[in-house]
């Protein structure tokens, strides 16, 4: 079956720290993967997604995401965390041979950034 | 920029009443969607449209329905609400069909049915 697993539920980091949020994901092939945000109290807003090519992708507010196709794994980086940043975090996989556009997402991340 | 609303940010109804969830978007996407989002869950699709009176179900429509009318508008409907579906309700639309497009979301409606 197809699934994601973000096996992180929360993870706390210090301001200024490094970042890695893990996704790991089952799937018949190589699918289509995004990392979404979701600020509180906000819908979820597109952070970076990979399709091809590159398998380091640079997305907004200095994020970076490396797909790992011999781990089936597509971790999200930063390499300095600024408080703002404190939200939640999913991992998305959508399918190439789709022609509804469906993701499978997986549980979330929550970030906390001390000061 | 696109935009995506939803009716409601919060809502509160009684067991047994008929709900509405309302969700626009003004980018004439094709692709609209319905997700439920539970602590520890994350997203889980409950119908999803791909144009005017089109509908598909996704993940767990059990006890749910939809309504797209007008391209711009896709309704999430309740038709008894139960203590379970005490969650939050998130619209999505997306442009084309493929997957590799982005999603753009609404602000989310929390719902509690008491």
């Known amino acids: 079956a197809q699934s994601v697993t973000q096996p992180d539920i929360h993870i706390t980091v210090s301001e200024g720290a490094s970042l890695e949020l893990r996704c790991n994901y089952s799937y018949g092939a190589t699918p289509y993967l995004f990392w979404y945000v979701q600020s509180p109290g906000q819908g979820l807003q597109l952070l970076l997604k990979?399709?091809?090519?590159?398998?380091l992708v640079q997305g907004i507010k200095g994020f970076e995401a490396e797909f790992k196709r011999s781990q089936s794994s597509f971790n999200l980086r930063k390499p300095s965390v600024h408080w703002s940043d404190a939200a939640e975090y999913f991992c998305?996989?959508?399918?190439?041979?789709?022609?509804?556009?469906?993701?499978?997402f997986g549980q979330g991340t929550t970030l906390q950034v001390k000061p | 920029d696109v935009k995506v609303t939803q009716s409601s940010r919060y809502l509160v109804k009684r067991t047994g009443e008929k709900v509405f969830l309302e969700c626009v978007q003004d980018?004439?996407?094709?692709?609209m969607f319905w997700y439920r989002q539970d602590p520890g869950l994350g997203l889980r699709l409950i119908y999803f449209s791909y144009d005017v009176k089109m509908k598909e179900k996704g993940d767990i429509p059990e006890g749910y329905s939809v309504s797209r009318e007008k391209k711009e508008r896709f309704s999430l409907i309740l038709e008894s609400a139960s203590t379970n579906q005490t969650s939050m309700y998130l619209c999505a639309s997306i442009t084309g069909l493929y997957s590799y497009n982005e999603q753009f979301f609404g602000p989310g409606t929390r719902l509690t049915v008491l």
């Open positions: 990979y399709f091809s090519g590159d398998t």
């Open positions: 980018m004439d996407h094709e692709n």
């Open positions: 998305a996989v959508g399918a190439r041979s789709s022609n509804t556009g469906k993701l499978i």
